[in-house]
């Protein structure tokens, strides 16, 4: 693969696949970036909800202003992420995106599901105005990367968290008490919807001519992947999550060729036991949560949690500052983590980390 703005993008490819394979060469991934030595910074760089306005040119021209004057170091690919905000999947089906009156950079769908018998059967609008300027969107990024950078698959929030924003999260927690074989239903049909949604991306954005695909979350793998996820699994018991969302994310994991969970929050740690089952799942990233708790905890004091990952045969995906990373990487299996590392703002910080790693894997 050769990129613009990547001119080392084969020798980070042999090192991922190895990753996605679980072996390890010298050392994990890592991603990590900074401004290039000498290089000013642009005024604003690329943010959620850039193209939702319809000017795709002007989003494409922040981005590759921000990507000239990035170095993007070992693992880590320029990519741009086209994104309406993360209840897009639900706006796909009918939602309409509410932007935030103060963050441009902030959306949300307004719940539309009065009564789920009158919304039954869920189906993919193809004259819905949101998924066709996405496809227009991802044409017009496909062609302007071509070269030069990865364009990533959407962020869905497919599955239940895609109901939710449909529903009203608190409406839906009293459906599945209430209704619950509507909700069998709804979630059947929502589950059918995600390889479609995610083939047309794919193929809009050619990203079968690239061979890789990658996420929000900067991991780069061959063929078509993702990362997966219900932060609505926070609200509901192991057995409701299993019974309505394993079976999404079983379909999710075994339609991609590599995947990881975002598992987000203290109170989605009791789904722990059934991600590790799904087979088809390669890694998590655990996400303590908000606030000055999650802050004062680093992610080395999750290091049990990690290991009990690393011992189902799952990867980690781990982030945090350089320091706080090399307590962590003492206590796993380097064979199975990838690395985002934060804080370092020069070039040699981040060559010295990765000197570092090598010789401590």
Same mark, same amino acid.
């Given at each position: 693969?050769?990129?613009?703005?990547?001119?080392?993008?084969?020798?980070?490819?042999?090192?991922?696949?190895?990753?996605?394979?679980?072996?390890?060469?010298?050392?994990?991934?890592?991603?990590?970036?900074?401004?290039?030595?000498?290089?000013?910074?642009?005024?604003?760089?690329?943010?959620?909800?850039?193209?939702?306005?319809?000017?795709?040119?002007?989003?494409?021209?922040?981005?590759?202003?921000?990507?000239?004057?990035?170095?993007?170091?070992?693992?880590?690919?320029?990519?741009?992420?086209?994104?309406?905000?993360?209840?897009?999947?639900?706006?796909?089906?009918?939602?309409?995106?509410?932007?935030?009156?103060?963050?441009?950079?902030?959306?949300?769908?307004?719940?539309?599901?009065?009564?789920?018998?009158?919304?039954?059967?869920?189906?993919?609008?193809?004259?819905?105005?949101?998924?066709?300027?996405?496809?227009?969107?991802?044409?017009?990024?496909?062609?302007?990367?071509?070269?030069?950078?990865?364009?990533?698959?959407?962020?869905?929030?497919?599955?239940?968290?895609?109901?939710?924003?449909?529903?009203?999260?608190?409406?839906?927690?009293?459906? #599945?008490?209430?209704?619950? %074989?509507?909700?069998? !239903?709804?979630? /059947?049909?929502? *589950?059918?919807? @995600? $390889?479609?949604?995610?083939?047309?991306?794919?193929?809009?954005?050619?990203?079968?001519?690239?061979?890789?695909?990658?996420?929000?979350?900067?991991?780069?793998?061959?063929?078509?992947?993702?990362?997966?996820?219900?932060?609505?699994?926070?609200?509901?018991?192991?057995?409701?999550?299993?019974?309505?969302?394993?079976?999404?994310?079983?379909?999710?994991?075994?339609?991609?060729?590599?995947?990881?969970?975002?598992?987000?929050?203290?109170?989605?740690?009791?789904?722990?036991?059934?991600?590790?089952?799904?087979?088809?799942?390669?890694?998590?990233?655990?996400?303590?949560?908000?606030?000055?708790?999650?802050?004062?905890?680093? #992610?080395?004091?999750?290091? %049990?949690?990690?290991? !009990?990952?690393? /011992?189902?045969? *799952?990867?980690? @995906? $781990?982030?945090?500052?350089?320091?706080?990373?090399?307590?962590?990487?003492?206590?796993?299996?380097?064979?199975?983590?990838?690395?985002?590392?934060?804080?370092?703002?020069?070039?040699?910080?981040?060559?010295?980390?990765?000197?570092?790693?090598?010789?401590?894997?």
């Amino acid at each position: 693969m050769e990129l613009l703005y990547k001119p080392d993008a084969d020798e980070a490819l042999q090192r991922l696949a190895a990753f996605w394979h679980g072996d390890l060469l010298d050392r994990p991934p890592v991603i990590a970036a900074c401004t290039k030595q000498g290089a000013t910074p642009p005024p604003r760089g690329h943010a959620q909800l850039d193209g939702l306005d319809g000017d795709f040119a002007r989003a494409v021209e922040i981005f590759e202003a921000q990507a000239e004057a990035t170095y993007y170091a070992a693992e880590c690919f320029p990519t741009f992420v086209p994104s309406f905000g993360p209840d897009q999947f639900a706006a796909f089906l009918g939602g309409e995106i509410v932007v935030s009156p103060d963050s441009r950079h902030t959306s949300w769908v307004l719940p539309f599901v009065d009564d789920w018998t009158q919304a039954l059967p869920l189906r993919l609008d193809e004259n819905n105005r949101y998924w066709r300027q996405m496809l227009d969107f991802c044409t017009y990024l496909g062609k302007a990367a071509e070269g030069k950078y990865l364009v990533s698959t959407l962020d869905t929030h497919s599955n239940l968290d895609a109901l939710g924003a449909m529903r009203g999260y608190q409406r839906l927690c009293l459906d #599945m008490a209430d209704q619950p %074989e509507v909700i069998d !239903q709804a979630v /059947a049909q929502i *589950k059918a919807l @995600y $390889a479609p949604v995610y083939d047309a991306i794919y193929e809009a954005a050619q990203m079968g001519k690239v061979g890789w695909t990658t996420s929000w979350l900067g991991a780069v793998g061959p063929g078509k992947g993702g990362c997966v996820q219900c932060d609505f699994a926070a609200l509901m018991p192991p057995r409701m999550f299993d019974r309505w969302v394993m079976p999404c994310l079983e379909a999710e994991t075994a339609f991609l060729d590599h995947s990881i969970y975002h598992l987000d929050g203290p109170d989605a740690l009791p789904h722990v036991p059934s991600l590790l089952s799904l087979p088809h799942l390669h890694g998590i990233q655990w996400v303590p949560g908000t606030g000055q708790e999650a802050e004062g905890r680093p #992610m080395y004091t999750w290091v %049990e949690l990690l290991q !009990q990952i690393q /011992a189902a045969g *799952k990867s980690v @995906y $781990a982030y945090g500052p350089a320091e706080a990373l090399q307590t962590l990487h003492r206590q796993l299996k380097p064979n199975l983590v990838i690395y985002n590392v934060s804080g370092l703002q020069t070039e040699k910080e981040i060559e010295d980390f990765l000197t570092w790693l090598a010789r401590n894997s």
